[in-house]
């Protein structure tokens, strides 16, 4: 016998989001750890403005990261707005996508410091391919027959978004194999990623035309 | 065919607090590691008293960059109280202004270390003219008719705000100047910004008259 | 005239607890970044047991900031807990708060490198006499006559809370008197807040009579 | 007299999950900043792949270390799904499983410095013995005749859980008996708590027969 009816019926996904937006948030923030000015006898520079320069990639990096992690999470927003329950599948398949998350700050971190490494741009490559893959893998179990998304969900739409997060491992691909081609120009593709997620966003239009469908 | 109803009208504020909330605890408190004790022999100094008085700069510092970024929270929570959907737009609005937020850390430790350099004076002028800015564009867009906010918002209040708003660029601005006249000054028109914010706030005004128009 | 009638009325609670726990616990898991192995040139010591046993006063402060941030938490979760709405004077009386709770970290940072010296000790038990003399004055405010709690409540336990957290600023003198006398008294004297607050706890024991009553 | 009815019955457990979720968050983001590339003069290494290859074993630990909270956060969110009330006892064993989850980047990172030392393995080990008997007393506490869960809840699930949780104690014992005699086993024991928290995990498939009853 289940107590007080609907509470039993399965986890709220409530918890799980929270625990996101905390990583994300954390995760976000620390990258500014990696902004740390050099002390003068290390570089010889005298005066402040030259040692900020020494920052110049770090701070490029920093910005990528940060966008990076703002498309993920407004990614990861989007596609748990039609979620109405967890599972143990979807908290451990999270769980690996938080860890992903939780690397960037990390591999942003060896990318600054070694901007034109094709070994960095792979290690950075690595990971923003691995939390692409996951997110494929999460809608795709999401919205298979486990009763965890809204009834009646769009076809058309999970089929969009399926085809929108497959753009992501491609990206990544592309930024990887150019690492040991043209490393400047690989750096400057993991700007592609957040410009074509915020461009293409099935998730957004579909609100938009509903919204006109209403007037 | 929308599922759930109301569901699909679009996406709720909440993540976007939860996660505006989460950088700015961390922004916050992530401030208190620039407050580090030097070890003995880097100082020469012998008690522990003259060693926390090598700190008093960074203290300066941590107290008006904790009040600097109590006034930006307070503003953001002020201004999204009226906000019942979030867009694309306003998403890649709020990233860009929790960038600024979380490079405070970053600028407050160089001042902290350099509190008379011009040069640290205008880069935390710099980020704190950027916020204020992006605070404007934000509220300027929030208003504007895309259906963001409560319906029947008062006009005044929304004009109000956009004066009160651009009051910042122009303490930021003034600041910058003063850093190459004189850099104590600088330091201290700083000071001026949470004071005129908690001084001269609209959005509390207008709770106030709007309870006592109730008795 | 008001959009959409009760949110108007003023701001409700809700983001300033979310801004308070962020802040708690990363304040309470920063206290973790404390607790680092010396490497073996700068100690002498070969084995990891005798690097370790160098931790033994940091390990210290470390547990008692955890619990006095226990302590703090959960004396602001019981106060808030009759707060319907926050206005200006509450929120900058937070962020004030909020301020005393970042600094735990950097003075717990000093105590436990200086465990025996009067004037760490001096600095701990000032930022732990400032959150009291704060957290006193919150509660006044709160029970002042502005709306902010919830209508009817008990003017006993107004002043039993406010009783209660008077004891705070006392303990933290004592300490700090003790501290150019006995510091190890001292030190231990940080430890009788949490038994105090915890086994006279008048929030909890009013609950307590509540459900009997209703029994 | 209480006020606004309900509001008086105690506390409802919202902001120590809150709480209790930003610790976990922060305590897995902060896993991250143990890795970092050694500086070339300190290591001799030239190239970045062999300066990366130096993490090795605390990438092991990372990764250990994320599925364990993991692990912790999950069962604490599936026991805690019951709770509808919390109480100053429930409040004081959270904190100390709080102190418990903070320590976790703390053992990590000696561990990961020194992964086959016996005393490492020991301490990785007591924090985890440490977590799970604190989480058997509150799952113990929690199911007492205390008010604090749902009424009527089921007693198999109760005992069922209650003997799930009791492996963890058994296996960090285990492990530490194993550090003094095979230290690398001892390591891969801990990879045996996530598998068998997710492979038997009483309260999922709970949630799976109750779904499959109301069909």
Redesign the interface.
Known sequence: ????GH?????APG?????A?????????????D???PDMTSTGAV???SR?ATLTSRFGTF?IS??VL?VF??AH??TF??VVRV??TL??LS?LF??GV??I??VA??LG??PT?P??LT?YGGVIGLLTVLGYVVWWYLTGDH?LV?????PTLVRKVRQWIAVGPAIALVAIILAFVNPILSFLIYLALPVLF?AF?PV?SY??R??EG?V
């Open positions: 016998m289940e107590p007080e509470r039993g019926v399965g986890m918890r799980l989001l929270t625990l937006d905390g990583i994300f948030a954390i995760a976000m923030t620390l990258l500014v750890l902004l740390r000015l005066d402040l403005l900020l910005v940060f966008v703002g999470w407004f927003h989007q707005h039609f599972n143990r908290v451990w769980v938080f860890m939780a690397l700050p990390f971190s060896v410091a070694n490494d070994i960095a290690l009763g809204v009834r009646g969900l769009d915020i966003n957004d609100f938009e509903l919204r209403e």
